[in-house]
């Protein structure tokens, strides 16, 4: 078995924003090599996430409505203890934690082994800076 690492770098301009990182995490799948395996994709930042689904405007708008209203930004300290410690992002937070972390996929034939409509994304959820996705796949 031999694996491959790589990582990728978002820096979306808005607090709250989906991007479709499928061409990326294929473009790493390839220069690996592997036919047969998994691809890990994962977050490496706790107010990022990355997750499958369809790439869908309407749903993506609705995403971010439905977490909006799970986890209202307010940056205040007595909204959220986690803001008390200076920060402002602890809704950011529990949006991570609803979209998950991470995606593992299976590698059949040299391809992402999806169904239908199925592709990677990245959600970010306090923007405006650089974060990183580590790209890891193993297999033959």
Do not use: C
């Amino acid at each position: 078995m031999k694996s491959h690492t790589e990582y990728l770098t978002f820096n979306l301009p808005d607090r709250m924003g989906f991007l479709n990182i499928t061409p990326q995490v294929e473009e790493v799948l390839r220069r690996s090599g592997i036919r047969e395996g998994l691809v890990l994709a994962n977050a490496m930042h706790i107010t990022a996430s990355v997750f499958i689904n369809d790439d869908e405007p309407g749903l993506h708008h609705d995403y971010a409505r439905w977490l909006e209203r799970l986890a209202p930004f307010d940056p205040s300290p007595t909204t959220y203890h986690h803001n008390r410690t200076g920060e402002d992002n602890a809704d950011a937070h529990m949006k991570r934690q609803v979209m998950g972390r991470e995606v593992v996929v299976a590698v059949t034939n040299g391809t992402l082994d999806f169904g239908p409509w199925e592709q990677i994304f990245y959600g970010e959820f306090d923007g405006r800076r650089p974060k990183r996705v580590l790209i890891k796949v193993i297999g033959e």
